[in-house]
């Protein structure tokens, strides 16, 4: 009874500063714009860098003076990109893209953002660690954005940051004081992980609104939910393997280190093995493909069946296939090192299992388009960057049976094959279902509408951008280019059969790059400008429409929606409208309901009956 009183004597939130309501706030919808401008900052930062050394490898001859001015002494006295800087610039990009953008701005955003929204709940279970969780992830940015102006340059070796390299200072300019701001960030960076994902498992399975059971919950919060699991046993071994690496370049530990010389002068370590740094890598590293792109297929599974004006097709199947490819993605990291020296039983172990994960991931594909298929589709921007989002996770996907094969993945591995693959499956597949959330879930966020023909011509240079830069890349790595080299020019049969391709790479991306901009003009202007968005301008089901259009912090002004029914009722035969909202009682729809669903209306009166006071259990 106390509990319930303290609740409803916080029904109605304090007045609060500036500072508490738009900096340090606990309310779960600011969080979540935080998150998102957060990852709209590193996205630029990202491609920007990307474009960087899309330069240098398209356009080799070509003298780059005019990036002195944003890259300084990283432009040697040729004109060229610095070598080690190079490194540096993929290093940072792949770690930005994978990490602050896909993982912290998709996942943070919209899980912050639906969370509570499409449950039912007030807020999340705890306002005060989210608002952490999103505070550590602003350290984690501070900290790396720094390492990019240390004078050694900020760290190289790749995103994976393998030892030997990354764990002796002296081994690369940027194995130094970037690499050990990298290390911290990405502690920093994992705590924030997971401080959300405990918030969002325990939102999600004690929240939940009246009537919301399992069964009723959109696939968004299913794949959020199943994400956050991911999260809480995957990253904590990533925390593991930095603070080891972090021991090993600064307190003389051999975790990974053994018989290493410099300068042929033999360093003491001994005992390490770079390989156990790989293993505790990739078991974060290949669930991490996962907390990615499950984020962005929930969003699509709403997006698409909201504009199909269809129920998704499959709904239990899609539940099962995105708990398959959770359990399995912890099994499949091996993977990722058939050629570490792996014994070739093992190997084929995890060759075994990696094939198996294709089945739930064709599972889903199908049901997109079984669910599209003779739909009245309506071509909104989030539907057709969704459809984009299919369109990648299939043709990125398939690519992947074939590196899963390991007597096909050794000659393709470090060849840019493994680039245009998981740029595909991964990076634009994900992108893609975070602009579809943004463009969605836009009028909830800031109240107006994004402009749907600026974002139709987003789409299409964006779409038709990302497949001009990367399959291509398939054909290079058959023929055996391989991914981070400098300059390939000084081998004469790259030089002659893969500069004209290189080019035609590059202006692919500058394209890519360039669209972004329309996004980002559409968004900050929409924000201020944008036409007002309407209560449900989508006519869905879900509960989020069912809140104010300026929902305070609370979501809803009166007690909590109840829900009856599930979340994908459109269309259905006999019905008023083409949507059923879930909170709609059966009683009210007597014309449209089945034999099972009319049984249901007895039931409806044993939850009214409940006590209404369960609003109040939930935290503000």
Known sequence: MGTEAHHAAHAEHEPQSRWRKYLFSEDHKTIARQYLITGIFWAVIGLSLSVFFRLQLG?????????????????????????????????????IMVFFVLTAGLSGTFSNFLIPLQIGARDMASGFLNMLSYWFFFLASLIMFSSLFVRTGPAAGGWVIYPPLSAIPEAHPGSGVGMTLWLISM?????????????????????????????????????FFLTAVLGLISFPVLLSAVLLLIFDRHFGTSFYLSEIYIKGEALPNVGGSPILFQHLFWFLGHPEVYIVIMPALGITSEIIATNARKPIFGYRAMIASLMGIAFLSFIVWGHHMFVSGMNPFLGSVFMFLTLIIAVPSAVKAFNYITTLWKGNIRFTTAMMFSIGLVSFFISGGLTGIILGNSTLDIPLHDTYFVVAHFHLVMGAAAAFGLLAGVYHWFPKMFGRVMNERLGNIHFWLTFIGVYLTFFPMHYLG????????YAFTSYDFMKGNFSGMNTFITIAAIMTFAGQWIFLWNFFYSMFKGKKATQNPWRSNTLEWTTPIHPGHGNWPGELPAVYRWPYDYSKPNAVEDFIPQNVPFSQTPESNLPHETEQV??????????????FKQPH
């Not at 890259?71 to 070598?83: H, P, S, T, V």
């Not at 058959?478 to 080299?485: K, N, S």
């Not at 007895?602 to 609003?615: G, R, S, T, W």
């Open 478 to 485: 058959i023929a055996g280019f391989p991914r981070r080299y």
């Open 187 to 223: 502690a920093f960076f994992i705590i924030s992980q997971l401080l959300g994902g405990i918030n969002y498992i325990t939102t999600v399975i004690n929240l939940r609104t009246r009537g919301m059971s399992f069964s009723k919950l959109p696939l968004t919060i299913w794949s």
């Open 59 to 95: 356009f080799s001859s070509m003298k780059l003076d005019f990036l002195r001015p944003i890259l300084g002494n990283w432009i040697n006295e040729a004109g060229k990109l610095d070598q080690d800087f190079y490194l540096s610039l993929v290093t940072m990009h792949g770690t």
């Open 602 to 615: 007895e039931l409806e009166k044993v939850i009214e009956a409940q006590n209404l006071n369960d609003q």
